[in-house]
């Protein structure tokens, strides 16, 4: 057994109405990939937050290298060579790869003055990306690199300022394929240099592949910590969830109804390219794609988002025009998008007001809104898709991402909309959670709802849809029934030129 | 006081929640209250029905004001034209009702209309042009409706308006100013407005997440146009009280109002972030305001003097504000 780089002992953090984190103990070893495993508000997040001085816990102790931590605050934890990685980068756009790697330790010429060493810092930046085996433009600015190449910034960040303890919060939720290869690459190069990384993922794979020890937290609890080497993934999905997911994918096949939507000829110039589709009540049709192919951006086509350039949309047989969310909303087609705190929720709003937000119209009594009624269909909301609040009033930004998730569809199932189209309805959400949502989703068929559902998960493209789709460079390359599809016909035709580049 | 509120299931108990409103609005109330306890030994004069009669008076015009200001910065917004915008409403009724001799009761009329058309512009140079931030277009108003003012008044004042504009302006019913029950009135209806209309909650969807209230079939670009149509017609409502207390319509009045409605509105807690604020933090806000200049008045300090407190009332209050969500 190595040395103990990290020791926390009954860690506890209480906030209004709930513990978050009970009693916690985590133990990391020096030079160790040690994975933080957990479904949405077990306490991973709060754990990390502690660690670098965001919050203050209210029992336990820390000891970093044998040392108690007195006190925490993030300059301290950074001096301390911790170092956090976030999903959401902190990366500044507009500014260039050097200039963020040395935001607020900038190099100086002259000190007093404020003189930057620009030279200076464009040399070491480029000796960290070349360690990092990185070919980035010290000058390149952020927006202009992909997500991947702006995480391995992100890490360069760290490496600039002596990373003893690395972490990373769900890193690779965003990347494809090569750049996840890549990233792990980079995290084993790391180890090898005796960084210590605590790895947060819901990936099981990825956890497998990477990890050495795994510490498993349940309800703000600690549940265990093993060596990876020694457990299964159902071990870990059931040391999770406190029980076994017998069924990851609970498909309910239903009748397929009548056309409900649809799309013909649709293009909107760079992005979509003359995608035509049909979806059915009671079905589920699957759009798969890589990340970048279009899938969003044609489904924001598709309800008004986005201005389409040409193409026709029939809803029940009907052509119509959608210009705007509002019509779309109207034909009683809804778009949940992938990006839930930026675009599905109202945080610093109720849970009742944002479960009403879509139909307020629904509401109305003469000029004022009926409350009673509000009140009861989102109570009726809390119910049926079990979201965990202290009550209907109690704001948005205060539920976990599992739950803001169940607001978000809380808010259209109330619209009674007929045509749903799910963007990434599982990202960064845990195995029980998903199920849930695969549940929701079988409720919708049931009710002859028809749905579309985008994902980058290929099982559970397979797993979900009853007829599948597959995009690249925003157009349609393969179409297949969910039984006559496999991860491989679908890969390889996702990963098809659709000749988007080529055509105008 | 959080964890009282956020233990158990409440989802059966009331339809409003009196005390979390009183909770939300003790900051500013209580700053007012306070005030006043130590204006009340400051000073013999404060606390006597007249000088508290006054003291309403003087709120009056600009918590009408701040009512549509609040609008414009609960969607993250500003309306830099108000003050404006009430010279030209003020100053085009004055004509007609004084030069040409029109009814007075139309005249009125025309006074609204010129304020929600003012705002209503506002309101299209926003969404329609997709200028980048109200800040532009209603600092671009702020001169154009001014210029006009100035235009069609020749700079000189209009004077003498019938009885019953000048009551709306220095009337009282009992020891109460009319024109602070026409500000009650406005209140209470605001206070129904945005919490029970579908439009005020837009209006709050607006101002939290413009994006996801767009991608929840919330037509933002119609609900941010009846914010600066409303803020415009309110600021012509202040115009109306204003002309009855001077008993004129002059190009020049109403300059730096916007600038004491933003102050009212921060004070009253509202974020400039847009999506948090209520009519009754705006209201307490205006009174504060009110309550600091005649309390200066009575204490015989300069007016110079006098924009420098204000000046450093509005910092402290936001810094306050600031400081009591820290500790949420």
């Given at each position: 057994?190595?040395?103990?780089f990290?020791k926390?002992?009954?860690?506890?953090?209480?906030?209004?109405?709930?513990?978050?984190?009970?009693?916690?103990?985590?133990?990391v070893e020096?030079?160790?990939?040690?994975?933080?495993?957990?479904?949405?508000?077990?306490?991973?997040?709060?754990?990390?937050?502690?660690?670098?001085?965001?919050y203050?816990?209210?029992?336990g102790?820390?000891?970093?290298?044998?040392d108690?931590?007195k006190s925490?605050?993030?300059?301290q934890?950074?001096a301390?060579?911790?170092v956090p990685?976030?999903?959401?980068?902190?990366?500044?756009?507009?500014?260039?790869?050097?200039?963020?790697?040395?935001m607020?330790?900038?190099?100086?010429k002259?000190?007093?003055?404020?003189i930057?060493?620009?030279?200076?810092m464009e040399?070491?930046?480029?000796e960290?990306?070349?360690?990092?085996?990185?070919n980035?433009?010290?000058?390149?600015?952020i927006?202009d690199?992909?997500?991947?190449?702006?995480?391995?910034?992100?890490i360069g960040?760290?490496?600039?300022v002596?990373?003893?303890l690395?972490?990373?919060d769900?890193?690779?939720?965003a990347l494809?394929?090569?750049?996840v290869k890549?990233l792990f690459?980079?995290?084993?190069?790391?180890?090898?240099?005796?960084?210590?990384?605590i790895?947060i993922?819901?990936?099981?794979?990825?956890v497998?592949?990477?990890?050495d020890?795994?510490?498993v937290?349940r309800?703000g609890?600690?549940?265990?910590?093993?060596?990876?080497a020694?457990?299964?993934?159902?071990?870990l999905v059931?040391?999770?969830?406190?029980?076994?997911i017998?069924?990851?994918?609970?498909?309910?096949?239903?009748?397929?109804?009548a056309e409900?939507?649809?799309?013909?000829?649709?293009?909107r110039?760079?992005v979509?390219?003359?995608?035509?589709?049909?979806?059915?009540r009671?079905?589920?049709l699957?759009i798969a794609g890589?990340v970048?192919?279009?899938?969003?951006?044609?489904?924001?086509?598709?309800i008004?988002?986005?201005?389409k350039?040409?193409?026709?949309?029939?809803i029940?047989?009907?052509?119509?025009?959608?210009?705007?969310?509002?019509?779309?909303?109207?034909?009683?087609m809804?778009l949940?998008?992938e990006d839930?705190?930026?675009?599905?929720l109202f945080?610093d709003?109720t849970?009742e007001f944002?479960?009403?937000?879509?139909n307020?119209?629904k509401y109305?009594?003469n000029?004022?809104?009926?409350?009673?009624?509000q009140?009861?269909d989102?109570?009726?909301?809390i119910?049926?898709l079990?979201?965990?609040t202290?009550s209907t009033?109690?704001?948005?930004?205060q539920?976990s991402?599992g739950?803001?998730?169940?607001?978000?569809?809380?808010?259209w199932?109330?619209t009674?909309?007929?045509?749903?189209i799910?963007d990434?309805p599982?990202?960064?959400?845990?195995?029980?959670?998903?199920?849930?949502?695969?549940?929701v989703?079988n409720?919708l068929t049931n009710?002859g709802?028809?749905v579309?559902?985008?994902s980058?998960?290929?099982?559970?493209i397979?797993?979900?849809s009853d007829?599948?789709?597959?995009?690249?460079?925003?157009?349609?390359t393969?179409?297949f029934?969910?039984e006559?599809?496999?991860?491989?016909?679908?890969?390889?035709?996702a990963?098809?030129?659709g000749?988007i580049n080529?055509?105008? | 006081?959080?964890?009282?509120?956020?233990v158990?299931?409440n989802i059966s108990g009331g339809?409003?929640?009196?005390?979390?409103?009183?909770?939300d609005?003790?900051?500013s109330?209580?700053?007012l209250?306070?005030?006043?306890i130590?204006?009340?030994?400051?000073s013999?004069?404060?606390?006597t029905?007249?000088?508290l009669?006054?003291v309403?008076?003087?709120?009056?015009i600009?918590?009408?004001?701040?009512?549509?200001?609040?609008?414009?910065?609960?969607?993250?917004?500003?309306?830099?034209?108000?003050g404006?915008?009430l010279?030209?409403s003020i100053?085009?009724?004055g004509?007609?009702?004084?030069?040409?001799?029109?009814?007075?009761?139309?005249?009125?009329?025309?006074?609204?209309f010129v304020g929600?058309?003012?705002?209503?512009?506002?309101g299209l140079?926003?969404t329609k042009?997709?200028?980048p931030?109200p800040?532009?277009?209603?600092?671009g108003m702020?001169?154009?409706?001014r210029?006009?003012a100035l235009i069609?008044?020749?700079?000189s004042?209009?004077?003498?308006?019938?009885?019953w504009?000048?009551?709306i302006?220095?009337?009282?019913?009992?020891?109460?100013p009319f024109?602070?029950?026409?500000?009650?009135?406005?209140?209470i209806?605001?206070?129904?407005?945005?919490?029970?209309t579908?439009?005020?909650r837009h209006?709050?969807a607006v101002?939290?997440?413009?994006?996801?209230?767009?991608?929840?079939?919330i037509?933002?670009?119609?609900?941010?146009?009846?914010?600066?149509?409303?803020?415009?017609?309110?600021?012509?409502m202040g115009g109306?009280?204003?002309?009855?207390?001077?008993?004129a319509a002059y190009p020049?009045?109403?300059?730096?109002?916007?600038?004491?409605?933003?102050a009212?509105?921060?004070?009253?807690?509202?974020?400039?972030?847009?999506?948090?604020?209520?009519?009754?933090g705006?209201?307490?806000?205006a009174m504060?305001?009110?309550?600091i200049r005649?309390?200066?008045?009575?204490?015989?300090?300069?007016p110079d003097l006098?924009?420098?407190?204000?000046?450093?009332?509005?910092?402290?209050?936001?810094?306050i504000?600031v400081?009591?969500?820290?500790?949420?």
């Open positions: 057994m190595g040395e103990i990290l926390m002992e009954k860690v506890t953090k209480i906030f209004p109405g709930v513990k978050a984190l009970d009693e916690i103990n985590l133990e020096t030079g160790e990939i040690h994975v933080l495993l957990g479904e949405n508000g077990a306490g991973k997040s709060t754990l990390i937050k502690i660690l670098t001085g965001l203050q816990p209210d029992g102790s820390i000891y970093i290298k044998g108690a931590v925490n605050s993030p300059q934890a950074l301390a060579g911790i990685i976030y999903q959401e980068l902190n990366l500044i756009q507009e500014l260039d790869v050097t200039e963020n790697i040395f607020g330790r900038e190099i100086k002259i000190e007093r003055f404020g930057l060493d620009r030279e200076k040399n070491r930046t480029k960290i990306l070349t360690e990092l085996n990185q980035i433009s010290p000058t390149a600015l927006q690199l992909g997500v991947g190449k702006q995480q391995m910034v992100e960040k760290a490496l600039s002596d990373v003893n690395l972490i990373l769900e890193p690779t939720s494809g394929k090569d750049e890549e690459r980079t995290m084993r190069h790391l180890k090898e240099k005796g960084v210590t990384i790895f993922s819901h990936k099981l794979d990825e497998k592949e990477i990890g020890r795994v510490t937290l309800d609890k600690y549940i265990s910590t093993k060596n990876i020694d457990v299964s993934e159902d071990d059931r040391e999770m969830v406190g029980r076994d017998k069924n990851q994918f609970p498909k309910v096949k239903i009748e397929k109804g409900a939507l649809r799309v013909k000829n649709l293009s110039a760079g979509v390219n003359n995608v035509s589709l049909r979806a059915y009671g079905k589920v699957g890589l970048g192919s279009g899938r969003t951006e044609l489904v924001r086509t598709i008004g988002a986005d201005r350039d040409s193409g026709e949309i029939y029940h047989g009907q052509k119509v025009e959608i210009n705007h969310p509002k019509d779309a909303l109207k034909y009683g809804v949940l998008t839930r705190k930026n675009q599905g945080l709003q849970v944002n479960c009403t937000s879509a307020l119209n109305k009594q000029v004022l809104l009926d409350l009673t009624r009140k009861e989102t109570v009726g909301l119910r049926s079990q979201i965990k202290p009033q109690t704001k948005v930004k539920l991402g739950n803001q998730q169940k607001v978000v569809i809380g808010k199932l109330n009674e909309a007929d045509i749903f799910f990434e599982t990202r960064g959400i845990d195995v029980g959670a998903k199920v849930e949502v695969y549940n989703i409720e009710r709802v028809a579309i559902m985008v980058s998960e290929l099982p559970e397979l797993g979900i007829h599948i789709l597959v995009i690249s460079e925003g157009k349609v393969a179409e029934e969910a006559e599809a496999t991860q491989e016909k679908i890969m390889s035709a990963t098809i030129n000749g080529n055509a105008v | 006081m959080q964890s009282k509120e956020a158990g299931i339809t409003t929640n009196w005390r979390k409103l009183l909770f609005k003790l900051g109330l209580l700053g209250i306070v005030l006043m130590i204006l009340t030994f400051a013999p004069y404060f606390l029905v007249n000088n009669t006054n309403l008076q003087q709120a009056s600009n918590a009408l004001v701040a009512s549509g200001m609040l609008l414009a910065i609960l969607t993250a917004g500003i309306d830099l034209s108000v404006s915008v010279a030209l100053s085009v009724s004509i007609v009702i004084i030069n040409f001799g029109l009814n007075p009761v139309l005249g009125i009329l025309a006074c609204l929600g058309t003012a705002g209503m512009t506002n140079l926003l042009l997709r200028l931030h800040f532009i277009a209603t600092l702020m001169n154009v409706a210029g006009l069609i008044t020749g700079a004042p209009v004077s003498g308006f019938p009885d504009i000048q009551f302006g220095s009337g009282y019913i009992g020891p109460i024109s602070f029950i026409l500000v009650i009135v406005a209140v209806i605001f206070h129904y407005f945005l919490n029970r579908t439009l005020g209006i709050y101002g939290g997440n413009i994006e996801a209230a767009r991608l929840s079939g037509d933002t670009d119609r609900v941010l146009t009846w914010v600066y149509t409303i803020s415009g017609f309110m600021a012509a109306i009280v204003l002309m009855g207390k001077v008993n020049l009045a109403g300059l730096s109002y916007e600038l004491d409605a933003i009212a509105v921060i004070i009253g807690g509202a974020s400039f972030l847009g999506g948090v604020g209520t009519i009754w705006t209201l307490i806000g504060i305001i009110a309550v005649n309390g200066l008045n009575l204490l015989g300090v300069s006098q924009t420098v407190v204000i000046g450093a009332v509005i910092i402290g209050a936001v810094y504000d400081l009591r969500r820290q500790k949420k």
